[in-house]
């Protein structure tokens, strides 16, 4: 069973940046896609950026445009997203996700990391 595992969470303040790093936590894995998704307290999980390596593509959430940057290697089945800009309702836990089946949609999710943006 393959496991994904977020990295690069914390806490910082308002206006700085943070890195997120993805990664099997054992061997690499043929994927479609690589994504990013957070959830808030109180609130629904939502996408924030993606990743197609064949059509070699990225997209992203609105209120993420111009602030975040999403990359990766699939050769390592790996991701980042590179979080600048931070605002306080970017405080969430993030968590990264792979497609694995041709056609499918998100079915390899990591645990999750905590991400504190203060004012």
């Known amino acids: 069973q393959v496991q994904l595992v977020e990295s690069g969470g914390g806490l910082v303040q308002a206006g700085g940046s943070l890195r997120l790093s993805c990664a099997p936590s054992?061997?690499?894995?043929?994927?479609?896609?690589m994504g990013w998704f957070r959830q808030a307290p109180g609130k629904e999980r939502e996408f924030v950026a993606a990743i197609r390596w064949s059509a070699g593509t990225t997209s992203y959430a609105d209120s993420v445009k111009g602030r975040f940057t999403i990359s990766g290697d699939n050769t390592k089945s790996t991701v980042y997203l590179q979080m600048n800009s931070l605002k306080p309702e970017d405080t969430a836990i993030y968590y990264c996700a792979a497609i694995s089946r041709l056609f499918g949609g998100y079915d390899i999710w990591g645990q999750g990391i905590q991400v504190t943006v203060s004012s």
């Open positions: 054992g061997r690499t894995f043929r994927n479609y896609a």
